[in-house]
């Protein structure tokens, strides 16, 4: 799905106009990029979050002369996915709380017990 796709279906699913739920995602995203870009981080609940990184400086390698090369340290985005949206993607149920099911243990006899071996 792209950007006109995504407005296309918030359009239909709030009944607005499009041009109006453009200008949402719109807002939505320069939101959450100022609020990285400043060194905060978002909490979407059960979607995730999105928070600034840095990284060190570190050693490269030109990859065509095989030169090593400084990199600079920079402070990058980084996105992670929530528990109820891992859920909705693997296909799992959530429940009320929106956490992930959890999963049921089977009805039937218990396995049968190792057998442990004496070392020689």
Request: net charge positive; hydrophobic share 45%; aromatic share 4%.
């Amino acid at each position: 799905m792209n950007k006109s796709e995504l407005i296309d279906a918030l359009a239909e699913k709030l009944a607005v106009s499009k041009a109006s739920a453009g200008k949402s995602i719109d807002a939505l995203v320069g939101i959450i990029t100022a609020a990285v870009a400043k060194g905060d981080g978002v909490v979407l609940v059960g979607f995730g979050t999105f928070k600034p990184i840095k990284r060190a400086a570190r050693l490269g390698k030109n990859p065509n002369t095989g030169e090593a090369l400084k990199i600079a340290a920079t402070t990058v985005p980084k996105f992670s996915a929530g528990a109820t949206f891992k859920a909705a993607v693997a296909g799992k149920k959530a429940n009320k709380a929106g956490k992930p099911a959890a999963a049921k243990k089977s009805a039937g006899k218990s396995p049968k017990p190792t057998i442990r071996r004496r070392p020689y």
